[in-house]
């Protein structure tokens, strides 16, 4: 099993910036990716950013894509997102995941057996 603990979440104006943390734990042989999704109310749950554990490699939406950054730190088993010039847009509950993956991009929810319990990020404009 995979545990999966986010944080970092909370309120900020447009234009600011906020970082996520989502802490692993348990099994890593059966994870090889991790990624951040939001969903925001009456939407679908959308794939913003993977990064493959192993070598660093990293995907984004077209969305955010030069606003954040998707990193990690192997030695504390934690994944970041860091998210800036934020958007009124990018208000949703954002959560953490992790999955064995072998494809391109981010991916899709289904590819990722394993979530965190989310954390909200509001931007007001």
């Known amino acids: 099993q995979v545990q999966l603990v986010e944080s970092g979440g909370g309120s900020v104006q447009a234009g600011g910036s906020l970082r996520l943390s989502c802490a692993a734990s348990?099994?890593?042989?059966?994870?090889?990716?991790m990624g951040w999704f939001r969903q925001a109310p009456g939407k679908e749950r959308e794939g913003v950013a993977a990064?493959?554990?192993?070598?660093?490699?990293?995907y984004y939406a077209d969305s955010v894509k030069g606003r954040f950054t998707i990193s990690q730190d192997n030695a504390k088993n934690t994944v970041y997102l860091q998210m800036n010039r934020l958007k009124s847009e990018d208000t949703a509950m954002y959560y953490c995941?992790?999955?064995?993956?072998?494809?391109?991009?981010?991916?899709?929810?289904?590819?990722?057996?394993?979530w965190g319990q989310g954390t909200q990020v509001t931007v007001s404009s």
């Open positions: 348990g099994y890593t042989y059966d994870r090889n990716c």
């Open positions: 995941a992790a999955g064995l993956r072998t494809s391109y991009g981010v991916g899709m929810k289904d590819e990722y057996p394993y």
């Open positions: 990064i493959y554990t192993g070598g660093g490699i990293t």
